[in-house]
């Protein structure tokens, strides 16, 4: 069979969605190009926003017939080029997929489908005194399945836990030849529900954290819950040098203090985005959460030795403000200073303090070379933190644009080449998944197999 048109490709998706679940008009799909970073890709010839797990399944069943390349997408607020990289593709948009499907009350988990908000999840449990563990500081924004798929972290990442994935016990996904497979305990489908992740051999739920939909499109995940905590603290410390801020991250997580907040702002970016107030010291903002008040009582004493050590209390104002407005407030200060190209990667917990070091030192050059503000914060993440590297810009000069998106890349190299590992790859760090060596043949052989037709988001991640 000779390679349908574009235009007959787009009367079939039609057939498989409704024709009000096909978008080909030319300005909207440049916007299908795009996510929240600088990078663009290729605009996709069509946009389609299936319904169920059956559609999705044509959809990746037409995908092959018709060799398409799809593109996976829930919120579309990735920060790393999560944007198609070939002529030719369509991006399913799974919007439509939102709903909360079922609490399992007994098991401690709920199941959802993939698109639905951290924001508009954590209203719906909070009416059955439940909540989820991990959120993004983009709540209202991002989707659990683009948070799953991308292994996120953020507001819940502390001692206990790293990682989205971390809690996630199974999920649905249909694989690129458009098989459904269900992880973790559903895969016996006489369980009762989802409990366990680590059922029947290998962690194939494991395989679709962080794939960035190269492997499957996630239909539906199943989430650990737990009560609403029964007491949350909050307090910020100021630090005149980021050895000591290094050292207070350190002891509160060698200590097992638990937060699931710990937010580092560096003194120097605080100065860019607030003169007002400047010059700032590194703060450390803390929230702590207990099941009972008794017992934050003593973890709150025990987080004002550690702490305190070598810094200056702030009171607990800045930090609960921020929880508070914990899924806006990126929002509310990041884009003061323009658009930014950010860098989020991990570096040892033991070892913030010589990284922001690090950081510090190349926004001094990046400001030399290109003229360009360079800002750094990050989180306590278990064993690792996140250290985002943001380069602002102003999208509207051209020449900045450029200059930044250099600047941007020259920074990821040097971070890289420095021991830091990306918190994802996307579009953004495939030139260095060759350094992988090994791990990256594997990761090649694995979807060359499971995706024979490299129908999903090739070269994401270099794939
Ligand atoms: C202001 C701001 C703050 C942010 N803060 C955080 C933060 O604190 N923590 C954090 O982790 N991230 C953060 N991010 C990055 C990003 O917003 C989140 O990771 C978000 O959860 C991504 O979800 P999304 O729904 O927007 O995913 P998308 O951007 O739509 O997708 C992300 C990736 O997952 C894939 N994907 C999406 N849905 C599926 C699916 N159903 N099946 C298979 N693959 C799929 C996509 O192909 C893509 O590769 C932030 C971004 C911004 C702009």
Redesign the pocket.
Known sequence: MSSPSTSEKIKMLKDIVGPENVVDSKPALLIYAR??SPMSGKVPIAVVRPGSTEEVQRIVEWANETKTPL?????????WG?VPLVEGSVVVD?AK?NRLVRIEERNLTCVVE??I?FGELEALLAKRGFRIIMS???GM???V???F???????GAGPNFSN?GDCVVGCK?VLPTGEVLTTGTMANPNAHGHFYRYAFGNDLTGL?CG???TL????ELALKIEEMPGALGFTTFGYDSLEAVGEAIYRVRRLRIPTIYAYISTGWTLDMLFPEKAPWQHTIKFVVEASTKEILDIEMRRLMEAAGKEGNYLGPQMAEETWRERYRW??LF?YKLGMRA?L?IHVPIGEVGPYLKKVEEMAREIKDKYGLRVGAGGFACDRSCVIIVVVYFDPSNKRETELALRAWHEIKGKLFDAGACP??M?ALWADHMPKLGAYYDLLKRLKKVLDPNNIM?PG?MGL
């Open positions: 996510d929240a593109y996976p997408r829930s919120g579309g607020t990735s920060l999560a799974l997929m993939p698109s908000t993004p500081e983009n924004g991002a989707t399945g683009g948070n798929a991308s292994h996120g972290t953020g507001w989205q996904v679709f794939s960035e939909g499957g499109i996630i239909t990126v929002g990041g950010a989020p918190y994802r996307g988001a994401i």
